[in-house]
């Protein structure tokens, strides 16, 4: 790990924070594009911290937010655990300016296996959609959900958390994977595989959340952005 530390702002969903990081950390947090991420980093020295934006505030402070965090050590899949997660709190409204999760892989020779069952669903592979095995399951919904990566933040490539994925699955006809995310506003959204940028500690989309997914009227799926008849039974979208 490289000793030589920079100042860098590191953007969250909430706010962002201007913090010397090395060039460990700085890779870390990069996810693409001009700007660094905060969440990938998960959690630095507040000595480290000089000063915090947040958004809920609309302003600045010296010094360094709250952070909060547990350490579940909770397997969640095959060789994958959840070591900690936490957040970044403006000490002034105590809103989120950024959250975390650390994972880690005991056999770092081996890759992530089956996700750990959190119902009676049958579970599948997590992150690695391209491997997924599919097992044969009654058809009872319209998405068949596996849960690795259940509960991680949603970001678009302006770096606003837009949401929280709800589950992740296959769609009717058992062609393609989808994440169930439910946006700030409460609301679920499908978002296809190939609208996905990266899965790590957060999920970060290829663009901006659209606004255009359709719920159909005659089954009650929620479709992806940009179709136009529903993907489970064919019905046209208004």
């Known amino acids: 790990m490289s000793s030589e530390l920079r100042l860098k702002k590191l953007r969250g969903s909430g706010g962002f924070i201007m913090a010397t990081v090395n060039d460990d950390q700085q890779r870390k ?3 693409g594009g001009p700007d660094l991420f905060l969440a ?14 947040c958004n809920t505030c609309e302003k600045e402070y010296e010094g360094s937010p709250k952070i909060e965090f547990e350490n579940p050590n909770e397997t969640v899949a095959e060789n994958l655990v959840l070591l900690e997660k936490g957040q970044y709190i ?19 020779a081996a890759s992530v296996g089956v996700a ?22 009654p058809k009872t919904s319209s998405v068949k959900t596996f849960s690795s990566i259940t509960g991680l933040g949603v970001y678009d490539t ?3 958390r837009v949401g ?18 439910t946006k700030n506003d409460g609301t679920d959204v499908t978002i296809k595989w190939d ?9 970060l989309l290829g663009g901006s959340l659209g606004e255009n997914n359709l719920k159909c009227i005659k089954c009650n799926y929620t479709n992806s952005q940009g179709s136009k008849f529903c993907e489970s039974c064919g019905n046209k979208l208004k």
């Open 29 to 31: 947090g990069n996810l």
């Open 40 to 53: 990938p980093i998960g959690r630095l020295d507040s000595e480290k911290i000089s000063k915090y934006s």
């Open 90 to 108: 403006c000490t002034t409204c105590g809103s989120i300016l950024a959250e975390y999760r650390n994972f880690s892989k005991p056999d770092e």
């Open 116 to 137: 750990i069952p959190v119902t009676s669903t049958n579970v599948v592979t997590s992150p690695s959609a391209q491997n997924v095995e599919l097992q044969n399951q």
């Open 158 to 160: 302006e770096a606003k």
């Open 164 to 181: 929280v994925v709800k589950e992740m699955g296959i769609q009717p006809d058992q062609s393609s994977i989808v994440l169930v995310v």
């Open 195 to 203: 609208e996905i940028r990266k899965i790590g500690e957060i999920v």
